[in-house]
């Protein structure tokens, strides 16, 4: 069955949206936001844009001659909401106040899930979230760290991750759940996942630095290190965050968080116009061949899990446009499982093919509870 579909993924200073009549889109749009529409908002709940947001998202439906009355179904990207579990969930209630009240976290991602709701209820369709970053679905002793206090969680490209695992599961001709996949997203962060049943039964935290180092995250650390380094004097608490998530890894050894950019310098010896890297150019490459034993790594130890037994390894996310990255990757967990590619990440297709099988199986959607 054909549905039309509006599909929204916010982000701080910019909007990606798309408008879907069946699979033809009538368009797909990035929306920018200057520096002076965002000024009232600063230092606010990212909540707080959503009027701002819903008013342009609806001229453009009226640019283009949509009429509220005919969607089917506003599709929002899933943002930081307790742990749930995978697949559509309706933006009922509860999920709305906790995004509005960011309960769970603030992130332009809760935006999704408020747009979706306050438009659908304008247009009198459903709107719904579908794998959001906070899915966990972990094997109970994938939570167990070896410190009572602590206990592994997920936070993850879920969105794409799952995307990525049904077209796989289609090439192969068999369904999602009779698959058993590890999945890599590398892109700012790196999220390694493994599918099975269905289910993302074991994955990394990949908001917060946990599994290989990636252009912006340390990456797990030794940890009688890491603890004297905490307790050193020479950083706080926000400093030492930092050089886990937003200064780690890549950008911690080279200066840049542009994989692109130390590629190019590692091949060439000529720095781009404009890069900041600090590197020399010998660095350049032993840092890239540093990640890609990282990442060849967790993909062995997370295979593990599987015992071996798996459909594919597929690689996906922004780094994977890189060629001589992805190949050399290819090259080392070819011998773990048939490889399979999907540079980038497509969150508009990935949210309208998670509405499609929605409103085909409108069952299968879940309640926030």
Excluded at 50 to 63: D, G, R, T
Excluded at 85 to 93: I, L, P
Excluded at 320 to 331: F, I, P, T
Excluded at 357 to 363: E, F
Aim: hydrophobic residues 40%; contains cysteine.
């Amino acid at each position: 069955m054909s549905y039309n579909i509006l599909v929204i993924n916010p982000g701080s200073t910019s909007d990606d949206i798309g408008y879907y009549r069946g699979q033809t889109p009538v368009f797909e749009l990035r929306l920018d936001y200057s520096t002076e529409d965002l000024a009232p908002f600063e230092n606010k709940n990212i909540a707080e844009m959503a009027p701002l947001k819903k008013k342009v998202i609806l001229e453009k439906l009226k640019e283009y001659n949509i009429p509220l009355s005919e969607i089917n179904a506003v599709a929002g990207r899933g943002g930081l909401t307790k742990p749930i579990e995978g697949g559509a969930y309706y933006v009922n209630d509860l999920m709305l106040e906790d995004l509005k009240s960011a309960k769970y976290g603030v992130h332009a991602s809760n935006l999704g899930g408020i747009l979706a709701r306050e438009i659908a209820d304008e247009a009198g369709c459903i709107s719904l979230i579908s794998d959001a970053v906070v899915v966990d679905e972990l094997n109970p002793l994938a939570r167990y760290t070896g410190m009572p206090e602590l206990k592994r969680i997920a936070i993850a490209h879920a969105l794409n991750q799952r995307r990525v695992a049904f077209l796989t599961a289609k090439k192969l001709g068999k369904p999602y759940e009779d698959c058993r996949f590890v999945i890599m997203h590398a892109g700012g962060g790196v999220s390694i996942g493994v599918h099975i049943g269905g289910k993302i039964v074991d994955v990394n935290n990949a908001l917060e630095g946990e599994g290989p180092m990636s252009p912006q995250r340390s990456g797990t650390l030794p940890v009688a290190d890491f603890a004297r380094l905490c307790y050193s004097g020479k950083y706080t608490f926000p400093q030492m965050y930092l050089k886990i998530k937003g200064r780690g890894g890549l950008f911690a050894y080279t200066g840049t968080q542009s994989m692109k950019d130390v590629r190019e310098f590692a091949e060439t010896g000529k720095k781009p116009a404009g890069a900041n890297i600090t590197c020399t150019r010998e660095q350049a490459q032993e840092i890239i061949d540093a990640m890609i034993y990282q990442f060849m790594k967790y993909i062995g130890y997370m295979a593990a899990v599987a015992e071996g037994k798996l459909d594919g390894v597929i690689l996906t996310g922004g780094l994977m446009y890189g060629e001589s990255l992805r190949e050399a990757l290819k090259q080392k967990v070819s011998w773990i499982a048939p490889v399979f590619v999907y540079p980038g990440s497509d969150e508009k297709a990935a949210l309208r093919e998670a509405a499609v099988r929605a409103l085909d199986n409108p069952a299968a959607i879940k309640e926030y509870k």
